[in-house]
């Protein structure tokens, strides 16, 4: 069975400052990873995925986590935050059988 | 393409009645989810569709809910009665294996009031 503990439940920074939102799984079997973000009143979006091939891997709006398999960790991190970066972040994981294993979020609010 | 549509998007109701939620998957994903987010918390599993097969419905609480998808594309999850705790969000995603890999796409939720 596989669990995701996302450390932070609240993550306060002020824009343009870098953020790092930090994520643990724990599983027996090879897995994938994922980061979804929930903006209020609205459905998860996937930001990133990590599936196989290179352990860093990026969003179209700059946004990057690194898989590290000896830390079991996938945490997002991004260099300058913006207003609109304010949402909850969710981290999950799959151990191939298309299930997904939430974590509990991390509310992220970005302060002008 | 079209996203994942559900129906209603708000729905208040006092314990003991019963509720159904509607989920429109994306065209041509055979897969369906329905999931449940309390406050607080991140979304559960409730019940996983293959075409109109249950994959997994091992944290579906069976005694009150129920789901179906009949013909394979749209779904509905039913709650029957309904109790206090069953106030949460809950989701549908859909995924294809075509789509690159196991990716979920999630609706907009349906946020359930039990008074």
């Known amino acids: 069975a596989q669990s995701v503990t996302q450390l932070d439940s609240q993550v306060p920074v002020f824009e343009e400052a870098p953020v790092e939102l930090r994520c643990n799984y724990s599983?027996?079997?090879?897995?994938?990873l994922f980061w979804y973000v929930q903006y209020p009143n609205q459905g998860l979006q996937l930001l990133l995925k990590?599936?196989?091939?290179?352990?860093l891997v990026e969003s179209i709006n700059g946004f990057e986590a690194e898989f590290n398999k000896s830390q079991t960790s996938f945490h997002l991190r991004k260099p300058s935050v913006h207003i609109s970066d304010t949402a909850e972040y969710f981290c999950?994981?799959?151990?191939?059988?298309?299930?997904?294993?939430f974590g509990k979020g991390t509310k992220l609010t970005v302060n002008p | 393409e079209a996203g994942v549509a559900q129906s209603p998007r708000y729905k208040i109701i006092e314990k003991r009645q019963s509720v159904a939620f509607w989920c429109n998957p994306i065209?041509?994903?055979?897969?369906l989810y329905w999931y449940q987010q309390i406050l607080g918390q991140g979304p559960k599993l409730l019940i996983q569709f293959q075409n109109n097969g249950v994959v997994d419905d091992s944290q579906l609480p069976k005694d009150r809910f129920s789901a179906e998808r009949l013909k394979g594309v749209d779904s509905t999850l039913k709650i029957q009665p309904a109790k206090l705790e069953d106030s949460a969000v809950y989701l549908c995603?859909?995924?294809?294996?075509?789509?690159?890999?196991?990716?979920?796409?999630f609706g907009p939720g349906t946020r359930l009031t039990v008074t």
């Open positions: 999950a994981v799959s151990g191939g059988s298309e299930k997904l294993v």
């Open positions: 990590y599936l196989s091939g290179s352990t």
């Open positions: 995603a859909s995924s294809s294996r075509t789509s690159g890999g196991y990716e979920q796409y």
């Open positions: 599983s027996s079997v090879s897995v994938y």
């Open positions: 065209s041509g994903h055979a897969t």
